[in-house]
């Protein structure tokens, strides 16, 4: 799937307070799902820098098809955001994850009708602290067009450094737009974790598993060992 590695979201507030998600490996069957959120012309432009062009399911399912081979050396692995009612909110995952060099690119996409409800920030903190503390990555990368704020801030808050900017690389809405790139480390992360932990409210919450773990749950329970 090519996603541009780059993070489509928006602004995390306000926030539904007492609202619990889950992240769960995508299935083919969610596909069904997720076809129609890349067939949006504006959305795509922004988020997906390598394709212009709305998909049917079978072409998703052929663009998708390498996420689900269970191949130890496909360098992916991705999961779907779910209410607590088993409703598909979103898509995460690590791209290009590289065992030699310890990094991996992160990429998401919120659902119209699932955003500035704080699922953004809270699922890309979890996925990053997957890879830091679970995988043993080193860094995570992740790009965004340059008039993309929001997303912009988010990565921002993450404790993620701008490291370049790639001029003119991203053609969409007629024109070109710069390319940032912005990268993490897991020295700096461990650090930065705490701290956004405790910005976060702790109502809201995104969590690995139907019956979620405090220690792989954003916000964390940083009292209990999370």
Known sequence: MHLSH???VVDPLPEK???VFKLRPLEKADLEVITPWFQDIEDLARFDRTS?????LSQTEEVWSDAFNTSSGNGKCWFVVE???GKILGLIGLDAISPINRDAVVAMFVDKSARRLGIAIRAV???VDFAFRQLGVNRVTSYYRNDNHISRDLVAR???????????????DGKFHDMIVVGLLQ??????????AKELCPETIVSFGSEGSTNWSWPPQLDKGG
């Open 187 to 196: 020295k700096d992360w461990m650090e930065r974790r705490a701290v956004l």
């Open 52 to 56: 212009r062009t709305p998909w049917n």
């Open 17 to 19: 307070p007492n609202s």
């Open 6 to 8: 780059s993070l489509k």
């Open 158 to 172: 993450l404790g993620c450094q701008v490291e370049g900017t790639m001029r003119q690389a991203w053609f969409a």
């Open 83 to 85: 209410s607590d009612k």
């Open 125 to 127: 903190a979890l996925v």
